[in-house]
């Protein structure tokens, strides 16, 4: 993966998917993702409430790719985060 952005807008469709490969009975948040530049809009669903641990993943990816990100969240219902992720730079 060429960079934090990319990463974080293929959980769903890469990482889940490999998950549920190994354990078919995982009960997986759903991410809906939509790319707009230097940001990424991710809905996080679940009802498991584990909104901060994505926050903190989302924080962990950035330094991993030693990138600065900026994350705002907006709580879209009780089982609905929306991250607002944006690069802010590259180091």
Known sequence: MPDALTFLSGIE?????EVIK???????PKFDC???GDSLI??????????DLAHGLILGCAKHFN????????EQ?????????TRLSNQ
């Open 67 to 74: 990138e600065t990100l900026s994350v705002a969240r907006q």
């Open 34 to 36: 939509q790319r707009d």
């Open 77 to 85: 219902d009780s089982d609905t985060t929306r991250f607002i992720v």
């Open 42 to 51: 991710m809905d996080y669903r679940s009802p498991r409430h584990f909104s």
């Open 22 to 28: 190994l354990y078919p009975d995982a009960q997986l």
């Open 13 to 17: 469709d890469i990482i889940h998917a």
